[in-house]
């Protein structure tokens, strides 16, 4: 499934200042038997966002309109628990590009890096920064510039040097996965096989 290229976004967020979000409560283990990564968003955070009934529950964030955008703020260690991809795929499939916290499970950060969701880690302080921007006005937005590896408070125009890894960087850049940035090498490769004679 090709990658979209990610340069810049522009985008209000949704807050879920929740700590500790695991891959489970991400999407639940019940929703994991497709295995194409369409259709993972209806079921993303389900049993929060539905009662038993199967009723949407009002006040969870998700069900409400107030909040939109494609960049979800959570809080710290968010993404632990078991290694399933499906957590990445729930999140873009749902409409996020970004996910921002203070802390992310590293095997979590790397599906999601995988799969096209850019997570972008940022210091507590700057964390708190951001969901004050959000409870002040719902609205705000945030700009977020993977080139230049920064994400800005746009209405102040405060901002965070992230970090990312030199590859995933390159792969997100140009809309690569590990199969396509492999081939993007091909005449490299082939060049330096026959160099070896």
Not at 38 to 54: E, M, T
Not at 89 to 109: C, P, Q, T
Not at 140 to 150: G, M, R, S, T
Request: proline share 5%; charged share 30%.
């Amino acid at each position: 499934m090709p990658i979209d290229k990610f340069k810049k976004l522009r985008s209000t967020a949704v807050p879920l200042p929740i700590e500790n979000v695991d891959t489970d409560q991400i999407i639940p283990a019940r929703f994991l038997k497709a295995i194409e990564r369409k259709g993972f968003g209806d079921n993303l955070f389900r049993d929060w966002r539905y009662d038993q009934k199967n009723q949407p529950v009002k006040d969870f964030v998700l069900n409400t309109p107030v909040y939109s955008g494609e960049i979800l703020v959570a809080g710290e260690n968010f993404g632990s628990g078991s290694s399933r991809e499906h957590a990445a795929w729930a999140l873009f499939d749902y409409g996020f590009r970004v996910v921002v916290s203070s802390f992310f499970a590293d095997i979590f950060k790397n599906n999601a890096l995988n799969n096209g969701l850019l997570p972008v880690q940022v210091t507590p302080e700057f964390l708190e920064k951001i969901f004050d921007a959000i409870k002040k006005d719902p609205r705000a937005e945030f700009k977020v510039d993977l080139e230049n590896q920064n994400f800005t408070i746009a209405e102040t125009g405060e901002n965070f040097q992230f970090e990312i890894s030199a590859y995933k960087k390159e792969c997100l850049l140009k809309g690569y996965d590990d199969i396509d940035y492999l081939l993007s090498l091909k005449e490299k490769i082939e060049a330096f096989e026959n160099q070896q004679g």
